[in-house]
């Protein structure tokens, strides 16, 4: 009940294209849902999150759409640019409570 | 503004060999993070501590161990190191509490077990 399934593992787009990347959760106390950015060698970094009170978020090229009645979030990247190639988290938690689930994880690379 | 450091970057380990990762953060975050990361894998929660002498095991604790004895400081401790244990060991910090829920993450520890 507490794991978060993301799809899919890796992800081949092209430039200007959009990038989609899906997570689905059964645990329904969750209450936040960030997506973490990692570039080779490096440590993730918080890039968006949503609480489920909206059903969208953007920012910028990137946008989170939020379906609380099928307990699925995902994040699509419009006009998908080379430096968006990396590995992408979907995490899951509960606010106030110490522990963070998160997703396998996606590897975007994104292709001139 | 460091953030969460991490040390050693790199290391090779002979079976059986033990070694402490250090992490340090300077944010006064309370929460802190082990997590390993294998190839296709995502993130796997080895321990965490929510201050300053607590800490508690997360989903593959087994052959580490962990002390938190500052606010500041979280050291993973291997020991009898095992292939198994070749990986790369993120550290992360997260304030903790209300709407403080981004955590932070170290730049990774990359160890080899051979």
């Known amino acids: 009940q507490q794991q978060v399934k993301q799809s899919p593992q890796s992800l081949i787009v092209q430039k200007g294209g959009i990038s989609i990347i899906n997570c689905a959760y059964e645990?329904?106390?969750?209450?936040?849902f960030p997506w973490y950015q990692q570039f080779p060698g490096k440590g993730p970094a918080l890039l968006i999150a949503?609480?489920?009170?909206?059903s969208e978020k953007k920012e910028g090229r990137f946008t989170i759409s939020f379906n609380k009645s099928a307990k699925q979030f995902s994040l699509h990247i419009m006009d998908s640019q080379p430096g968006d190639s990396a590995t992408y988290f979907c995490?899951?938690?509960?606010?106030?409570?110490?522990?963070?689930?998160f997703g396998t994880g996606t590897k975007l690379q994104v292709i001139p | 503004n460091a953030g969460v450091t991490q040390t050693p970057k790199f290391r090779i380990l002979k079976i059986g060999q033990s070694m402490t990762l250090q992490c340090t953060q300077d944010?006064?975050?309370?929460?802190m993070y082990w997590y390993r990361q294998d190839p296709g894998m995502g993130l796997k929660l080895i321990y965490y501590?929510?201050?300053?002498?607590?800490?508690d095991k997360g989903e593959v604790p087994n052959g580490y161990n962990v002390s938190r004895s500052t606010t500041e400081d979280f050291p993973l401790r291997l020991e009898l190191a095992a292939p198994s244990q070749t990986s790369v060991y993120f550290c992360?910090?997260?304030?903790?509490?209300?709407?403080?829920?981004?955590?932070?993450f170290g730049e990774g520890s990359w160890l080899t077990v051979v």
């Open positions: 992360a910090s997260r304030k903790g509490g209300g709407d403080a829920n981004t955590i932070y």
């Open positions: 645990n329904t106390a969750f209450d936040y």
């Open positions: 949503i609480r489920p009170d909206v």
């Open positions: 995490a899951a938690s509960i606010v106030g409570y110490q522990k963070v689930t």
């Open positions: 944010m006064n975050h309370n929460y």
């Open positions: 501590s929510v201050g300053a002498g607590i800490t």
